[in-house]
């Protein structure tokens, strides 16, 4: 008999893991779509004969239409379901995708980055909402980190197949390719994954917190059998939902002021966790790097290999976090991750003034080409087990019930202006003084960890109800 019962429980946690997996492919989808411009800027830039200026912009629109995606995903979420949002999402990352593949000209293609860049906010918003609602909460925190690691996995995906397309072009991703250039195919392939999220979305259940709000307890109670097991009362659970959702008063942004005197403290620290997570810029490495390592006289195919392992140290720096986070706590992760990434920026922006122009070649000496590439790698990987991890779960945390969603809106649009702001920023900024720029990233780690020792309390083993 007990033997029964450890089937049916590894069953039902089978299909809680599957059905969790499906709804974080969208992470997968944001990782991978973001990213995947990376390999394609020096083809872009090539066959549009465009400036550093419109390459920041266009490279960054997409964060723009991320930024609009998080903001809509949930109110039409709740109005139309956790799924249709899915569906949705997974039909505008196919069409973005193939649109910018397609595209005629540079604003052409800034436009269906838009498209997508609206996908990546709706999969950014949908997914952890939905994960958290079907997970039972014995595994809810593991099944939660399924998001951030296939965010990770995606983006190591995209850097994989830029790398395999312009090895099938020749070495180049202007090289021709099926009747197209391996740039345009480099964002075309983003339509695989997306039609497979849009099959996996229509194969798995609704939210039963959603149904039970549009008046549908049977179909919940359905779902919750599934997904609780037989040992759980589903009448109570159901009762439990329908009181919660009862006494809920969505959060207005006027909750976050004091009265005459500004936002909350609170608030303005997690805007400032979200904004140095950004500041120290991350994404100038999966956005830019390929072009970065060119652009120091490294070849097309060594750069986009590069930037690959550069992916694959994120996904076990970002295992690393996984497995620390509840151990050694916010704060202490926070302030190596803040000590490991001010060193090795600083150590890169001293390789990068290296670099000597001989006519239009750029070469860097044989020491300081490989300590910039071991520096670029160890931030990456401090990155990954420190604020890549640890800012989200603090932000889910570190706020008080009664302001939480609001705050943590806020605070997820900060992020995404200051993604932009950097993204944007950097082809201008490294095309005038690269080692000025990446010391100038360094002094936001530096600063990152200050901000951390005077106004980040821990977390670590606190009940959400004690956040004040």
């Known amino acids: 008999m007990d033997g029964v019962r450890d089937s049916a429980a590894h069953h039902r946690l089978g299909q809680v893991v599957f059905i969790a997996g499906a709804a974080a492919l969208g992470g997968f989808l944001f990782g991978y779509d973001s990213a995947v411009i990376n390999g394609a800027v020096t083809g872009i830039r090539s066959r549009f004969a465009v400036g550093a200026f419109a390459i920041g912009l266009t490279v960054s629109s ?7 995606g998080a903001w809509v995903a949930g109110r039409l979420a709740d109005r139309a379901g956790r799924l249709r949002v899915m569906r949705l999402a997974a039909v505008l990352f196919a069409v973005g995708s193939i649109g910018s593949g397609l595209a005629f000209s540079i604003w052409d293609l800034a436009a269906w980055r838009v498209l997508g860049g609206v996908a990546i906010g709706m999969a950014s918003v949908i997914g952890p909402a939905y994960i958290a609602e079907v997970a039972p909460a014995a595994y809810r925190g593991r099944l939660g980190s399924f998001q951030q690691l296939a965010i990770v996995l995606g983006i190591a995906v995209s850097q994989l ?5 312009a090895e099938a072009a020749g070495g180049d991703v202007r090289g021709p390719l099926a009747g197209f250039e391996a740039w345009r195919w480099m964002l075309i392939v983003c339509a695989v994954p997306a039609t497979i999220y849009l099959l996996l979305a229509l194969a798995i259940p609704e939210s039963p917190r959603f149904l039970i709000a549009m008046g549908r307890p049977a179909a919940a ?14 009448d109570a659970r159901i009762a439990e939902i329908q009181a919660v959702l009862r006494g809920e008063r969505r959060p207005r942004f006027a909750d976050l002021r004091r009265a005459g005197r500004g936002l909350l403290p609170v608030v303005w620290a997690g805007i400032a966790l979200s904004a140095f997570q950004q500041f120290v810029g991350i994404n100038v490495i999966f956005y830019y790097s390929s072009a970065l390592w060119q652009s120091v006289g490294l070849s097309v195919s060594r750069s986009l290999l590069i930037s690959f392992s550069t992916s694959v140290i994120n996904i076990v720096g970002t295992l690393i976090a996984i497995a620390l986070v509840d151990r ?3 704060k202490p992760l926070l302030l190596a991750g803040s000590i490991g990434m001010a060193v090795s920026l600083a150590t890169a922006a001293w390789a990068f003034s290296s670099a000597v122009r001989t006519g239009g070649t750029v070469r860097m000496p044989s020491p300081q080409g490989l300590v910039a ?4 790698h160890v931030f990456v990987l401090f990155f990954a087990l420190s604020w890549g991890v640890v800012v989200w779960v ?3 945390e570190m706020f008080p019930n009664r302001i939480r969603a609001a705050a943590l809106g806020v605070a997820a649009a900060a992020q995404w202006i200051a993604n932009w702001l950097v993204t944007v920023s950097f082809p201008t900024l490294g095309a005038w003084n690269l080692p000025l720029t990446y010391a100038m990233y360094a002094c936001f780690a530096v600063l990152s960890g200050a901000f951390v020792v ?3 309390r821990e977390t670590k083993g606190r009940a959400l109800e004690e956040m004040g």
């Open 394 to 396: 603090l932000l889910g």
């Open 221 to 234: 109670r359905r779902i919750l059998a599934v997904i609780e097991g037989p040992g759980v009362d589903l």
């Open 454 to 456: 005077a106004f980040i």
């Open 328 to 330: 050694a706590g916010r």
């Open 62 to 68: 997409a964060l723009l239409g991320s930024a609009l």
């Open 373 to 376: 590439l071991l520096a670029a």
């Open 161 to 165: 197949v830029d790398y395999v397309l």
